[in-house]
T-cell receptor, first 116, second 111 residues
Framework: NAGVTQTPKFRVLKTGQSMTLLCAQD?????MYWYRQDPGMGLRLIHY???????AKGEVPDGYNVSRLKKQNFLLGLESAAPSQTSVYFC???????????????FGPGTRLTVL | AQRVTQPEKLLSVFKGAPVELKCNYS??????LFWYVQYSRQRLQLLLR??SRESIKGFTADLNKGETSFHLKKPFAQEEDSAMYYC?????????????FGQGTILTVHP
């Protein structure tokens, strides 16, 4: 049981290049999330998905696109990378709970992206 | 919009000393509060949630709605408590579990 996995672990891009980050979970979770982690700013939600085929914007969605074609996968795309997108990206998943208090998110190991 | 503030970026204590990591939030409704922890070379993971009123690894946190705070406390810090700690909140209802995180506090416990 791998939990949440992320591919790749590290990547260096040049400004204007594109790439896709892959998140996979084997816990049959409905909800999936993409966050970025920046020093002094904590984690901020980029996009999220509440089920296969659905996506929604989070707090900082500009410059990113996502897709959830399969329940277990959540892809984050950068169409034209910018230096401001240099960050550590975390994927997380959770099972819906009637009471949000009991919602626990399970995180992946992170992807460190540098845009030159 | 909701906001979580952790005023201390860095916190250092000696082993056996009490530790308190501060967390304040702003939200007009009744949010649900959590503490997540990231140990060195490990994933971010849930430490505790306010609804459970539990003690995990000796840590407790009490939700003070009057002061809009959710401080994390431990009476006797251990070296293995050194980590990055995030306070986070989620809104009730159909918020789909989305978390708003604070800026994080790096706790270092010296021997």
């Amino acid at each position: 049981n791998a939990g949440v996995t992320q591919t790749p672990k590290f990547r260096v891009l040049k400004t204007g290049q594109s790439m896709t980050l892959l998140c996979a979970q084997d816990m049959n979770h409905e909800y999936m999330y993409w966050y970025r982690q920046d020093p002094g700013m904590g984690l901020r939600l980029i996009h999220y998905s509440v089920g296969e085929g659905t996506t929604a914007k989070g707090e900082v969605p500009d410059g990113y696109n996502v897709s959830r074609l399969k329940k277990q996968n959540f892809l984050l795309g950068l169409e034209s990378a910018a230096p401001s997108q240099t960050s550590v990206y975390f994927c997380a998943s959770s099972r819906p709970s009637r009471q949000s208090s009991y919602n626990e998110q399970f995180f992946g190991p992170g992807t460190r992206l540098t845009v030159l | 919009a909701q906001r979580v503030t952790q005023p201390e970026k860095l916190l250092s204590v000696f082993k056996g000393a009490p530790v308190e990591l501060k967390c304040n939030y702003s939200y007009s409704g009744s949010p649900e509060l959590f503490w997540y922890v990231q140990y060195s070379r490990q994933r971010l993971q849930l430490l505790l949630r306010h609804i459970s009123r539990e003690s995990i690894k000796g840590f407790t946190a009490d939700l003070n709605k009057g002061e809009t705070s959710f401080h994390l406390k431990k009476p006797f810090a251990q070296e293995e408590d050194s980590a990055m700690y995030y306070c986070a909140l989620t809104l009730g209802g159909t918020s789909y579990g989305k978390l708003t995180f604070g800026q994080g506090t790096i706790l270092t416990v010296h021997p």
